[in-house]
């Protein structure tokens, strides 16, 4: 074998088997930050997840147990088990649900509040790394970890997304050929790929068919006719939002 060529075993990995161990020295980095930003604090990365996402819910009035087991993708023992430590811990309160005596809604106490607020300080290292590629890399990075969220979603493997490719705001490559092709109709302002959110806190699903459709003109780089399939007399679900939503909540401003 020629001096620097690769060993048989590496050059014989498929592309998706080199991406994936790409993926695994990635999360490595995580999970090593992650447990030691969290155990600084005197927390594990679980208790600090539940933290965040009591924090950013949309829905603080009815966050439960279940929704964060939920929105965790983790058991309900798991989750009942990191509640109850973060309970004692003084940082989450369990108050009884007005609208349903019987449930019980997690809210964070003011300590709980303070913590939450450094509880994604551990993926400054994964950003600090993101942030030193190019940028029309990391765009091409956010596309392709868009669509893989996407498939696992379809698949029941991770939380459902609010993402750009199914949001009824969204319109894919509405102008086509620009830095920033696609359209954010609640924002009334072009984005491009590197603008794309994961987590918006304004996204509204669009429809089952409509979705499919957002996706398939997203990847094939067709500009939408703004009908929906099959009916040309109707406007784009997204369109009619209001004029006044001219500025990015802070909410949208995230991932
Ligand atoms: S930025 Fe938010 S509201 Fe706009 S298209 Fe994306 S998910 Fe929808």
Sequence with gaps: MPRGAPSSSTADLTTGQRVVAGLSKVALVFRHAQWEASGRRGLTPTQSQILAIVAGSRVPDRLGVKAVAEQMAVTMGTASEAVGALVSKGLLRKEADEAD????????????????????????????????????????????????????????????????????????????????????LFIEAPIGDADLRIDCGEMEPAGEQERSRLWDVFVNGRPLDRQCPGDAGRAHPGAGVSKSRQTVSSSTKGA
């Design 101 to 184: 005596g019987r449930a019980v809604i997690l809210r964070l106490t003011p300590r709980g509040v303070r913590e939450a607020s450094v509880a994604s300080e551990w993926s400054e290292v994964i950003v600090d790394a993101v942030e030193a590629m190019p940028e029309a890399e990391r765009a091409t990075l956010l596309r392709g970890l868009i669509g893989m969220v996407r498939t696992m979603e379809g698949r029941g493997l991770v939380p459902t997304a609010r993402m750009c490719v199914g949001c009824r705001f969204f319109s894919p490559n509405e102008h086509p050929g620009r830095s920033k092709p696609h359209h954010c």
